[in-house]
């Protein structure tokens, strides 16, 4: 009775579509809303620390000198040994320089090398890098597209008989 249930299983899935990858030949899509590596703007963090206090772990580290407005950044970086993926440092931010990418490939062989220094401040680059690579949040891409949306609908004349309304902006 056993065999005959394991032959079923089998037989069920012999014919369908594998759900494994061959990875690192093939990588895989992930959804929208990965949580994975965080991207940063260091042009437009303004060293508030809401990131670094949000953490329940404390893997974000931030070195800075001045206070308030005349903050300068020195460094800023994540230790993904620790990090739980659990966003709370990303919704604070209330510049929206930091959120979650789907970058997901995070191995490493020593705990050190799991630490991603996303800016350190030097004499030869004085501006951060943006990593690993998205040209901005993902919120403001979104408003952006509306805002174009409107203003592409704005130069078309409306239709005889229809109003022009306003597009509200979300936030
Ligand atoms: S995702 Fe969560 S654990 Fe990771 S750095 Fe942000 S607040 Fe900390
Ligand atoms: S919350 Fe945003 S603006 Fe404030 S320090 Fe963190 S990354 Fe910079």
Redesign the pocket.
């Known amino acids: 009775m056993t065999t005959i249930a394991g032959l079923r299983v089998t037989l069920k899935y012999l014919f369908s579509r594998p759900i494994t990858i061959e990875y690192p030949d093939a990588l895989p899509n992930v959804p929208e809303g990965w949580r994975g590596v965080h991207a940063?703007e260091v042009d437009r963090?303004?060293?508030?620390?809401?990131?670094?206090r949000a953490c329940p772990i404390e893997c974000i580290t931030?070195e800075a000198e001045g206070k308030g407005k005349n903050a300068r950044l020195l460094r800023y970086e994540i230790d993904y040994s620790m990090c739980l993926f659990c966003n709370l440092?990303a919704e604070?931010?209330?510049?929206e320089?930091?959120w979650m990418t789907g970058e997901w490939d995070l191995a490493c062989y020593k705990r050190e090398h799991c630490i991603i220094r996303f800016h350190e401040r030097n004499p030869e680059e004085e501006r951060g890098k943006l990593w690993p690579g998205m040209k901005s949040h993902p919120a403001r891409q979104k408003r952006r597209a509306v805002e174009a949306g409107a203003a592409a609908k704005a130069e078309k004349p409306a239709p005889a008989g229809e109003s022009a309304q306003g597009t509200e902006i979300q936030t």
């Open positions: 940063y963090c303004i060293v508030c620390r809401l990131c670094e931030i440092c604070v931010c209330p510049v320089c930091l």
